[in-house]
């Protein structure tokens, strides 16, 4: 049979000291005291050895202690709480003495007063608190009477809300899609490897990275509204439509735009061409690797990671920061001369081989703007609304504000985003630098390269160098007859003959090795012809004797004793 009406032996302890206490009086010091104590001590100890009746009944009155604010458990002991007894229960500072703080090792149950460690040292051992923040020791953290959660710093506490628009421009709402989420950076740049993704506001993005640049979490990977698939081994698509492949795996049916639009928006096709359009892609039943045309082999995108620790994305020429380039080797040292360049990171390097040393390609000559109203031109969101960056395509420059008005007179400029503006205020309007004057011309196509890519009628291949495999691009055939021009134009041909134009190489189909006539018979173009020990001077092989100790050549590269400039070894 159960017992429940008599209280445990040290509770009933408990109990006496409160009686002899009184109302908000404190217990009386002395002999009496301590016999209560001490009866309650003896009590507790008979209670050891009592039957299993004793347990069950102790058992019932933790359970009571459960139940309610701590000084509840043995009736009010005082304005101290349990906090004037050394020792006693605690769920916070605030129920210990003054002098005391509440020590708990877990953020379940309670802790006991103990002494407040006054100051604390600098120890750097983070550790996480129940109230959610980290303090810089565990020393810190009991001076505070916090519990402890757990060893670390504490998990990133949710600060935003999808689609509530609550971060910074600069950033977005890492969460679910209308979930809770932490504010995380929009990614600069992204490569433009196709993956498609479905955005939490029903769109598709090529990739989860342009999702987050345009601040949209991912709702599901694949293209939104996807159909069952198409392709190898499965349905065809109904007529009047295409199936959109990728390199790899089912595609989607769309609907077909036969015959297909003259417009040029280039993408590259899983079979390493590059095609006028979407349209002319799918009717040739070939998948989508990339937005954009083909890069050529050893090809990358200006400012990505695709040429390891070693090499950086070389662009085609200076002030441009953005589109495709050719993988080189960094440079390891330089020669000591000052001639200031601005690196498309926003950084001033000493010269361009420093910032190519650095992976970067040049923006701009002389230093890089400095002070207030300095912006990032490839992030869209780094001047207020009314305002553009006015700098180098992708580079860094001043915010100035947009024209509110422009004259009407037609003076055609390319803009960075490659559209063609009637004027150049035309496009800081619509917040757009230039990257020539003229009319955009369409994007080259590559060519030529392992892979041979030919051109399309009406146009030639402008190779890159004279090897067999060298990659090229497209250019617009030359019209004969081709007109005269001076010596100085003048081109040397792959095929050792001298030229006196481009137009004529072009026509005769052949590279350029180097601007100028080619050299005599015996004679070179570098050094990488020439005896060992010798240099390539006038055209022609020979002993020199200058000195050239301040120029240190990159890998893969070799210093020519008589002009002290560096040439490819082959």
Known sequence: MRATSTPAPWIAGLLLLAAACGDGAKPPPGPAVDAAVADAGQADGAADGASETLNDTAATDAQVLDT?????AAGD???????????????????????????????????????????????????????????????????????????????????????????????????????????????????????PVCGCDGKTYDSGCVAAQQGKNIASVGSCGASPGCGP??????????????????????PN?????????????????????????????????????????????VGGAGCGKTAYCAGGKSGICTG???????????????????????????????????GQNVAQSGKCPTGPGVCDGADPAACPKDEYCQGPCGAPGQCLPKPMACTGNFAPVCGCDLNTYSNACAAAAAGVNVVKEGECSPPALPCGGAQSLACPNSQVCEKEGC???????????????????????????????TYANECLRLFALIAKASDGPCPPVGGCMTAATCAPGEGC??????????????????????????????????
């Open 467 to 497: 090897g067999p495999d060298a990659p090229g691009v497209c250019v617009p055939a030359p019209k004969m007859p081709c007109p005269k021009t001076s010596p100085a134009a003048q081109q040397c041909g792959c095929d050792g003959q």
């Open 68 to 72: 309610g604010p701590l000084s509840d």
């Open 257 to 301: 735009k036969t015959p297909c639009g003259a417009d040029v928006q280039p993408v590259c096709g899983c079979d390493g061409k590059t095609y006028g359009n979407d349209c002319l892609r799918m009717e040739a039943g070939v998948g989508k690797a990339a937005s954009g045309a083909c890069l050529a082999p050893g090809g990358c995108e």
């Open 324 to 358: 495709s380039g050719a993988c080189k080797p960094k440079p390891t040292a330089c020669a000591e001369i000052y001639a200031p360049v601005c690196g498309c990171d926003g950084k001033t390097y000493s010269n361009e081989c420093d910032a190519a040393g650095a």
């Open 233 to 254: 081994g499965l349905p065809a698509c109904a007529p009047g439509s295409l199936c959109d492949l990728p390199c790899s795996g089912s595609g989607t049916c769309v």
């Open 77 to 195: 002991l005082g304005d101290g709480g349990g906090g004037d007894v050394p020792g006693a229960l605690c769920k916070s500072k605030a129920d210990c003495a003054q002098g005391q703080t509440c020590q708990r090792d877990s953020c379940s149950g309670p802790g006991n007063c103990v002494a407040d460690p006054g100051g604390c040292d600098d120890l750097s051992q983070p550790v996480c608190g129940c109230d959610g923040k980290t303090y810089g020791n565990p020393c810190t953290r009991l001076a505070a009477g916090v519990g402890k959660a757990g060893d670390g710093v504490c998990p990133s506490e949710p600060t935003c809300k999808d689609g509530a628009g609550t971060c910074d421009p600069k950033a977005f709402c890492a969460a679910p899609c209308g979930g809770i989420g932490v504010c995380e950076p929009k990614p600069v740049a992204c490569d433009t490897v196709l993956s």
């Open 537 to 570: 001077k006038d055209g022609m092989c020979q002993t020199c004797s200058v000195f050239c100790t301040a120029v240190a050549c990159p890998p893969g590269q070799k210093k020519d004793p008589c002009t002290c400039q560096c040439y490819d070894v082959p």
